[in-house]
């Protein structure tokens, strides 16, 4: 224990408690309604956190070169299980969308247990081919992982997780010496056919102009913008008390989800959204700092990588909040209600802390490429 990052720990363990007291509160209403008993989603969202910290428990003792060693057969899985979310009677299909497993009363979304498992082998493939090149990392079988992830996901659809991995997975590859040239001839091609696939797609076309102009799209596709920044007029500076969200009366559709923050900056006001984003920022800054202090090209990349996935959909599912982005439908990283999601969050948080552990005892061993 005493060789584990503590303030990860700690801080990871406050942003958990406190998402489930948001759930609770976001979701009570709804939730009597639906279901007959207002602890309906609170009492699975605390189901979904005891198995999150088991399954990250294990990933931060777990020996993590078998990880890396077996890190292909994850991934094979993981695209298996991308596959059959198509196949009828196993996938389940909301709102069109084919992202879930069914598993009993429970559902398992495999796009977000693809996140980390495809860091893991992104990072362990950059260091064995670096090791054995001298050289900056190869780009093209990093890539040709990726973009089999992405298919499948675009093919679900799920555009916000597929705009995140590829960010993601671009930022490991610069960060571990690929050159900004051969990265642009990929990015390039890339940026048309991402408006394509918006233009193309009526639901994401009206996201976008919802975004561009919400008010005037204020009983369509700006109704969650526009109810997002009500509530957060209404919290103010310290907001109207846990529980007296009236925004969440049905008034802000997936409350207990995707716009979770926006009852936050509503029942706690500014000083509310102010801690919450500053225990994220205490979080990531350490987690990019045992990256930072390694020589280990795995560790840096699996670090960084992680770290930026829980980053990004912090800043992202904010910004969406705010309407400084169109609606994503991602969710706020251990606050949101949803298994899948706080799970996969979960067991990355552990594999930092497993490699926190080697970078801090001095077990985690340089290798021979390069970085910078």
């Known amino acids: 224990m005493k060789d584990y990052d503590r303030g990860i720990i700690l801080a990871t363990l406050a942003l958990c408690l406190f998402g489930v007291i948001m759930v609770f509160s976001a979701s009570s209403i709804?939730?009597?309604?639906?279901?007959?008993?207002?602890?309906?989603?609170?009492?699975?969202?605390?189901?979904?956190?005891?198995?999150?910290?088991?399954?990250?428990s294990f990933a931060a003792v777990i020996n993590i070169d078998?990880?890396?060693?077996?890190?292909?057969?994850?991934?094979?899985?993981?695209?298996?299980?991308?596959?059959?979310?198509?196949?009828?009677?196993?996938?389940?299909?909301?709102?069109?969308s084919h992202r879930w497993l069914r598993l009993g009363a429970f559902?398992?979304?495999?796009?977000?247990?693809?996140?980390?498992v495809l860091i893991?082998?992104?990072?362990?493939?950059?260091?064995?081919?670096?090791?054995r090149l001298n050289n900056a990392p190869p780009v093209l079988l990093p890539l040709i992982y990726t973009a089999v992830v992405l298919v499948l996901i675009l093919r679900e659809p799920d555009f916000g997780s597929a705009v995140i991995i590829t960010t993601v997975v671009f930022s490991i590859l610069f960060l571990t010496g690929a050159s900004v040239a051969s990265l642009a001839l990929v990015i390039i091609p890339v940026i048309p056919v991402a408006v394509l696939l918006v233009m193309h797609?009526?639901?994401?076309?009206?996201?976008?102009?919802?975004?561009?102009?919400?008010?005037?799209?204020?009983?369509t596709g700006g109704f969650q913008i526009v109810q997002s920044t009500l509530a957060y007029g209404a919290g103010g500076i310290t907001g109207v008390g846990i529980g007296n969200s009236f925004e969440k009366l049905f008034y802000l559709p997936e409350a207990h989800t995707d716009f979770i923050f926006s009852v936050i900056a509503e029942e706690l006001g500014f000083i509310g959204?102010?801690?919450?984003?500053?225990?994220?920022?205490?979080?990531?800054t350490r987690a990019f700092s045992i990256a930072a202090r390694s020589e280990s090209t795995f560790t840096k990349a699996t670090v960084y990588g992680l770290?930026?996935?829980?980053?990004?959909?912090?800043?992202?599912?904010i910004a969406v909040t705010l309407g400084l982005l169109p609606t994503k439908g991602l969710t706020m990283p251990f606050i949101s209600y949803g298994g899948s999601s706080l799970t996969a969050e979960l067991i990355s948080v552990g594999?930092?802390?497993?490699?926190?552990?080697?970078?801090?005892?001095?077990?985690?061993?340089?290798?021979n490429s390069r970085w910078g």
């Open 307 to 317: 770290t930026l996935f829980i980053a990004l959909q912090v800043i992202i599912n």
């Open 351 to 367: 594999i930092i802390l497993n490699l926190s552990r080697r970078v801090n005892d001095g077990s985690d061993e340089a290798d």
């Open 66 to 96: 078998l990880l890396r060693k077996y890190s292909n057969i994850l991934y094979g899985f993981i695209i298996f299980l991308l596959v059959i979310v198509f196949v009828p009677h196993i996938g389940v299909v909301v709102s069109g």
């Open 273 to 284: 959204v102010a801690a919450v984003i500053g225990v994220f920022i205490f979080l990531i």
């Open 30 to 56: 709804y939730a009597l309604k639906a279901y007959g008993t207002k602890y309906y989603f609170v009492e699975r969202q605390l189901v979904y956190l005891v198995l999150g910290l088991l399954a990250g």
């Open 120 to 131: 893991v082998l992104i990072a362990h493939v950059l260091e064995e081919k670096g090791r």
């Open 107 to 116: 559902t398992l979304q495999p796009s977000e247990f693809a996140k980390p």
């Open 201 to 219: 797609s009526t639901y994401r076309l009206n996201r976008v102009k919802a975004f561009l102009d919400p008010w005037q799209h204020a009983q």
